[in-house]
Structure formats: structure tokens, C-alpha cells
């Protein structure tokens, strides 16, 4: 019985049973995908990771019915370097990404690099992207060229204007020397050059509402919608339907439009019966950003936040959605990666892997929960262009390097940051699963997985290099030509 013939009896069949031919395509389309990407958000700021102080009932709903990654990490605990692992597959360091991307920056990810929108668009996917891109400012680095049919949002961190806590105390002159007006882009187009605070506080809203458009404008088709909200990045802006509504300073009311976000995107796929169509993933770009006290998250039991290799930095709390295909109220606690995402999304689709070398593997098993092994032997860790850890199962290991610390002391207030100390840390061995603070050195314990780890740290700096020693596998950010 050829194709035509099996799609005539089948469709008689669905009219005759009465069942909507709209629940019918959505079912048999190919499976969307959303990932909502949190900015400097910690471990422990949604309530299925533990955060107490505020509600967030649709992460909640989204846990009991989806599946918790209570080991899941991103390739560094900064802005630019995070995302590019996210959207290419690879540590930031093989694609020449570091740090966080300013408005002077003339760099900006590379034409060359196979970003997740564009492998979805081999299989004739709608894209769109609502919110902080931060991997070039400039046209050739933007969304739109890099795979995205849509793109509303800001261009890089939302404190990167006049604004700024370290230049309040200048006159605006001066100011603007160091950090121009922040724009608002709509696709390619500067449609606000000089975002307000006024505008700031509807940034969560208007991305939330694009998102709803996107998803019923392309309902009948296979779509990635990705949505990198710019909150709970500093400053902290929140819509007037939230301030003050959680009762636990601003902080609180920020994450409760978060979450109240969130539920707009699963009830918008519940309403058109797409839910059991969608991988919906939920995660952020790196840990707390502690200088800022009371207007950062809690990274719960871990060590550290954001700029710091530590598992407070680079840990964090994520959640996938999918009805009836990923285990409801379920965990996993086997390691994964923002960099897995790629060739998981390649897999579930059937598109094809970017051709140079990317280091995600498909995590597929972990994600529909099929068995917990993990396709990676190892992750890898580095801080700027330096090899700092290696995760290795339960193991994670320390090579010799600096990092900032509050060092037990409290956070700033009402937005402004105190100053971090310096500290350092030698060759230093934890185990996980017993100590997820890496408090306890075990390394005179365990020989033998000592030396497995530095064997793997030596073949990585071979490969992606470490700190002034070049990698062979290290490829060149985008860079612009004239300006």
C-alpha cells in the first residue's frame, strides 16, 4: 500500500471518528522546541530547587510534570562565553567566545558556526529568538544572520548603559564615554536607541507576548522558540502587575513575572494541544552574581556564583517539559551540559550535525529518561582561556587558580555591588555526590582517579589550550571588518 493511499484511508478514518484535524497535525508533526534561558540566575531561585521567599507555581508545574537536571552545567559562568555554548554545541573557547560581549566590541560569533536555529532549519523549522542574544552587536553577528527568522530584544547585558552602577557618580557626558545608551532591536533594526528603566520594566512582558504570538502563528508547523529573558541579570526591572507581590523584595517580585512567563508559554501549548508535541527545556546561562546581596539569587548549597568555576557559578537548576514522552516528577542526576542540547535536538528531529567538530553529545536517554548514562566521559571547565576543572562522574577536579570570592561577607543593597576578594585554590580533588559544597579535598585519597583526570586535563589543553598555550581545535570568533 503506497503513501498516498495509507494518508486517503487514514484521514477518512479520523473524520469519520470525529477527532479535530488540527489535534491530529499536531501530533504527527514534527516535535517543537522552546528553551527559555534565564540570565545570572542561581540554583536554588525556582521552588523545585528550593527557593521559599516567593512562589512559582508554573516552575513548579513544570517540575511535577517534567523532569529535574539537578547536575546540569554550562561551559562558563558569564554572559557571552554560556550562550555560545548553548546555541553552537561546543565550549566557548573552541569558537573563540569569552567573557561578556560590550558595546565596543567589535567580535561576535562566527558565520561559520552551525548555531541551534540552523540546525532546525534543515528540517523547515520556524525560529525566533525574544530576548538577550549577546554574541555581537553588530549586523553580522545578529540573529537574523545566524539562522533565526525573528529576533526582538536587547543586543548585550542590560547594565551596559549609562546607567551603570560604576559610572552613577559621573556626569552623563562622561558617563557616555564608557557606556553608550542601551538599544532595543526589532529583527535588524534599532527601534529604541536609548532603552529607559520605564522600558526595562516591560522587557519581560513584551518577550513573553512575542513568544505567545510566535507559537500560534506557527502552531500548524514545527518551530524553536528560544527566549533568553535579560532579567535576573542587574539591573532588576519588573512590570507594575508584580511589584511588590512577592513580599520578599524586588528580587522576588522579578522572579515571580519569570515564572508567571513561563506559565504563559506552556498554557499557550496546552490551549492549541501542543504540549505533547514540545520540548520545553529551562535552565540559565550561570550562578548568582553575589556582589549585588539582596539583588542576586541564592545558589543554595553550592560553592561560589557567577565568575567562579565553582558549582555555584556554572551549576544550574534546570527543568524539561514534555508530556507523556519525558517521566513526570522525575530527576536526574547525571551529569549534562548546555553543549549536549545541540545534538540532542539534531537527533529528535533527524537534522544532520554541524560538519567541523562540536563537543555536545546527544542526551536524549537522560532527557526522556530511557537510562541515566551519561555519552560524555568527562566535562571540562574553563575560566577565560583557562583550564580550571574537570568533571568526571561524581568527581570534579580543581587545577591550581584564582577566583573572586565575598568570602563569607554580605552583598550590596538596593542594586549596588560590594567588592569581591581575591582567593585561590591548589590541585584539589571533591567528591559530589558526598560534598556538593567542595569543602574537602579527597585527592590523597584516590590516586587512581587523579591520575585519570589529569591525563584528561592534558589531552583538552591539547586540544582547546589553556592560558596562552594555543589548542588545536580552537577556532576564531567572527570579527569585524569595518564598522
Not at 558565520?111 to 529568538?129: F, H, R, S
Not at 536524549?364 to 568526571?392: C, H, W
Request: aromatic share 10%; glycine share 10%.
Amino acid at each position: 500500500m503506497n503513501l498516498i493511499i495509507r494518508t486517503i484511508i487514514f484521514c477518512s478514518l479520523i473524520a469519520a471518528l470525529g477527532i479535530p484535524t488540527q489535534a491530529v497535525a499536531a501530533k504527527s508533526k514534527s516535535p517543537n522546541v522552546v528553551v527559555i534561558f534565564m540570565d545570572d540566575m542561581a540554583y536554588a531561585d525556582i521552588g523545585p530547587f528550593g527557593a521559599k521567599a516567593y512562589p512559582t507555581p508554573n516552575l513548579d508545574r513544570m517540575a511535577k510534570e517534567g523532569r529535574k537536571f539537578s547536575d546540569f552545567y554550562v561551559t562558563q559562568a558569564v554572559c557571552s562565553a554560556s550562550r555560545a555554548g548553548l546555541l553552537t554545541g561546543c565550549y566557548n573557547v573552541r569558537v573563540g567566545i569569552f567573557g561578556a560581549l560590550g558595546p565596543k566590541s567589535t567580535q561576535g560569533l562566527h558565520k561559520d558556526e552551525v548555531t541551534l536555529a540552523e540546525v532546525c532549519k534543515q528540517k523547515g523549522y520556524a525560529t525566533a529568538i525574544y530576548g538577550k542574544w549577546h554574541l555581537g552587536h553588530h549586523k553580522p553577528f545578529l540573529p537574523m544572520q545566524h539562522g533565526f527568522d525573528d529576533y526582538f530584544g536587547l543586543p548585550y547585558s542590560n547594565d551596559m548603559w549609562p546607567y551603570h552602577p560604576g559610572v552613577l557618580h559621573l556626569p552623563m557626558k562622561e558617563r557616555l564615554k564608557r557606556w553608550p545608551h542601551l538599544p532595543l532591536i526589532d529583527k535588524n533594526k534599532i527601534i529604541n536607541p536609548e532603552v529607559s528603566g520605564k522600558d526595562q520594566e516591560q522587557l519581560t512582558t513584551q518577550y513573553t507576548e512575542r513568544a505567545v504570538q510566535f507559537i500560534e502563528k506557527n502552531k500548524a508547523n514545527p518551530f524553536f522558540l528560544y527566549v533568553p529573558h535579560s532579567m535576573v541579570h542587574v539591573p532588576l526591572f519588573v512590570s507594575e502587575k508584580f511589584k511588590g507581590k512577592s513580599k520578599s523584595g524586588l528580587f522576588g517580585d522579578v522572579m515571580m513575572e519569570v515564572d508567571w512567563s513561563v506559565g504563559q508559554i506552556l498554557d499557550t501549548l496546552r490551549k492549541h494541544e501542543l504540549d505533547k508535541n514540545t520540548l520545553v527545556i529551562f535552565t540559565s546561562d550561570n550562578g548568582p552574581w553575589l556582589s549585588y546581596g539582596d539583588h542576586a539569587g541564592s545558589a543554595g548549597p553550592l560553592r561560589e556564583g557567577k565568575g567562579t568555576m565553582f558549582d555555584g557559578g556554572c551549576r544550574e537548576s534546570t527543568l524539561m517539559w514534555w508530556p507523556d514522552t519525558i517521566p513526570a516528577n522525575s530527576n536526574c542526576s547525571t551529569p549534562a551540559m548546555t553543549i549536549d542540547i545541540l545534538p540532542t535536538v539534531a537527533e529528535l528531529i533527524g537534522a544532520n550535525l554541524p560538519a567541523h567538530k562540536i563537543d555536545g553529545k546527544s542526551i536524549l536517554n537522560l532527557v526522556t529518561g530511557k537510562n541515566d548514562k551519561s555519552p560524555q566521559e568527562a566535562y571540562y571547565f574553563y575560566y577565560g582561556q583557562q583550564l580550571q576543572a574537570i568533571r568526571m562522574g561524581k568527581w570534579k577536579l580543581h587545577f591550581p587558580h584564582s577566583y573572586r570570592t565575598m568570602d563569607g561577607k554580605p552583598g550590596g543593597t538596593g542594586g549596588i555591588p560590594t567588592k569581591y576578594s581575591q582567593a585561590k585554590i591548589g590541585l584539589s580533588l571533591f567528591n559530589l555526590h558526598q560534598d556538593i559544597a567542595e569543602t574537602t579535598d579527597v585527592k590523597a585519597n584516590h590516586p587512581e582517579i587523579m591520575a585519570k583526570m589529569l591525563k584528561l586535563g592534558e589531552a583538552m589543553r591539547k586540544e582547546l589550550g589553556d592560558k596562552g598555550r594555543k589548542g588545536k581545535g580552537q577556532r576564531s570568533s567572527g570579527r569585524l571588518t569595518k564598522i
